[in-house]
């Protein structure tokens, strides 16, 4: 059985830990009631293990340091649509 579940981020540059199931699935990072929110399909079986995975997001326009291996996620206004950040994962 999957489930889809939903990961709320904090509008802050640093990298941030996320327990979730092991093998979680990226589906889509939208903006609800004012938060950075992100769905990940992932499989219902609750004895499956957790892993934790970790996010950063970054504004338009600030150095992102290398040699980082992150992934895209996808980009939300928040402050009102003042602010663009970006949604990586860190894969390394």
Not at 66 to 75: D, K, R
Request: charge should be negative.
């Amino acid at each position: 059985m999957k489930q889809i579940f939903k990961y709320t981020l904090k509008t802050i540059s640093d990298p941030q830990s996320i327990e979730m199931p092991s093998g979680a699935v990226f589906l889509s990072l939208l903006v609800q009631r004012g938060d950075p929110n992100m769905w990940f399909l992932c499989d219902g079986d609750t004895t499956r293990p957790y892993e934790v995975r970790r996010f950063q997001l970054f504004a338009t326009g600030e150095p992102i340091p290398e040699p980082v291996a992150l992934g895209y996620l996808g980009a939300f206004h928040a402050l009102t649509g003042s602010l663009v950040l970006h949604a990586f994962e860190v894969l390394v």
